[in-house]
């Protein structure tokens, strides 16, 4: 069975990947963030203000922080990613270490489970013998 982490870089197409699924998307919005500064911008030149102008301001204000907090959130989501990562080899090969560690501890609850369990069994056993009518008589 492969895991992601076998699939990582042996595509030949890693780099378009990156292009594609980053660089792009981050041109794309970087742009439309300019052109909309620069269209709530290009009207203060002119010599009469307009409120809309004011509100409109106003609205990317209040909206700065949020879009702030979010950039940031995704930046240590983007560092949680790679970290894990590179800590996968890491763990396959800690893993790897304890399993037989594991498995003798899991067989010895296994052993203490069974030794613990056969004296209720013989007693359930033995005691299934005699069946109790409701008058206390034993049938056989």
Not at 13 to 22: G, H
Not at 87 to 104: A, D, E, T
Not at 114 to 137: H, M, N, R, V, Y
């Amino acid at each position: 069975m492969k895991f992601m982490g076998d699939y990582h870089f042996q595509s030949g197409n890693y780099r378009s990947q990156v292009v594609w699924q980053i660089y792009v998307p981050l041109l794309i919005f970087s742009g439309l963030i300019f052109l909309g500064g620069y269209y709530l911008f290009s009207n203060l030149s002119a010599a009469v203000m307009e409120y809309g102008i004011w509100l409109d301001i106003s609205v990317l204000v209040i909206f700065s922080p949020l879009l702030l907090i979010g950039l940031i959130l995704f930046i240590l989501l983007l560092i949680k990613i790679i970290l894990l990562a590179k800590i996968q080899g890491l763990i396959k090969v800690f893993f790897l270490k304890v399993s037989p560690l594991v498995r003798r501890i899991l067989e010895m609850i296994l052993k203490v489970i069974q030794l613990t369990s056969k004296p209720f069994i013989a007693i359930e056993s033995t005691s299934s013998i005699f069946d109790f009518t409701k008058t206390g008589e034993i049938r056989k």
